[in-house]
T-cell receptor
Framework: GEDVEQSLFLSVREGDSSVINCTYTDSSSTYLYWYKQEPGAGLQLLTYIFSNMDMKQDQRLTVLLNKKDKHLSLRIADTQTGDSAIYFCAETLYGNNRLAFGKGNQVVVIP | EPEVTQTPSHQVTQMGQEVILRCVPI?????FYWYRQILGQKVEFLVS????????KSEIFDDQFSVERPDGSNFTLKIRSTKLEDSAMYFCASSEAVRDRGAFFGQGTRLTVV
């Protein structure tokens, strides 16, 4: 079954890069996602990567996927105060349309 | 930009009462979902709905829960005989297709059972 793990807290200075990590256990994952949750708001889809890709870049966001180690990371370049939020990674499995989420990683950007 | 909307944003109910959480998915989406997040825990899948029927449900989604699409725009989650442990944030989501570009979530309904 799916099990997604994330570290809990990251503090970063404005303008620096931040990297959030996630590990998952199910090798049959087909898509992996990053969601952002700002205080009092819903889950905002940031980006996704298909499991046959190693990397995806989308403006300030870079997703790296190491399928061998089942490790997913999200790098945010030039982190801004608006990036302060909880970031969740999630996966879907082949033949399955449910998302399995990690516990989330809170990112706090210090001005 | 189209978005998923949920009402109410906060619902307080007495234990044993029934609640209905409402959602308006994005209009051209075909797949609808409910998730919940108990405070401090992971976001958990409850149920997915396609073509007017449940396509998948988790072990959490027992007989206490039901979903309905009563008209062309609303998607509801009914929780019968609420328990204290049903207190959570409930998220509705919708997507154009299974998997692919991911699901779009509403802002959530915070359910508090007292």
């Amino acid at each position: 079954g799916e099990d997604v793990e994330q570290s809990l807290f990251l503090s970063v200075r404005e303008g620096d890069s931040s990297v959030i990590n996630c590990t998952y256990t199910d090798s049959s994952s087909t898509y992996l996602y990053w969601y952002k949750q700002e205080p009092g708001a819903g889950l905002q889809l940031l980006t996704y990567i298909f499991s046959n890709m190693d990397m995806k870049q989308d403006q300030r966001l870079t997703v790296l996927l190491n399928k061998k180690d089942k490790h997913l990371s999200l790098r945010i370049a030039d982190t801004q105060t608006g990036d302060s939020a909880i970031y969740f990674c999630a996966e879907t499995l082949y033949g399955n349309n449910r998302l399995a989420f990690g516990k989330g990683n809170q990112v706090v950007v210090i001005p | 930009e189209p978005e998923v909307t949920q009402t109410p944003s906060h619902q307080v109910t007495q234990m044993g009462q029934e609640v209905i959480l409402r959602c308006v998915p994005i209009s051209n989406h075909l797949y609808f979902y409910w998730y919940r997040q108990i405070l401090g825990q992971k976001v958990e899948f409850l149920v997915s709905f396609y073509n007017n029927e449940i396509s998948e449900k988790s072990e959490i989604f027992d007989d206490q829960f039901s979903v309905e699409r009563p008209d062309g725009s609303n998607f509801t989650l009914k929780i019968r005989s609420t328990k204290l442990e049903d207190s959570a944030m409930y998220f509705c989501a919708s997507s154009e297709a299974v998997r692919d570009r991911g699901a779009f979530f509403g802002q959530g309904t915070r359910l508090t059972v007292v």
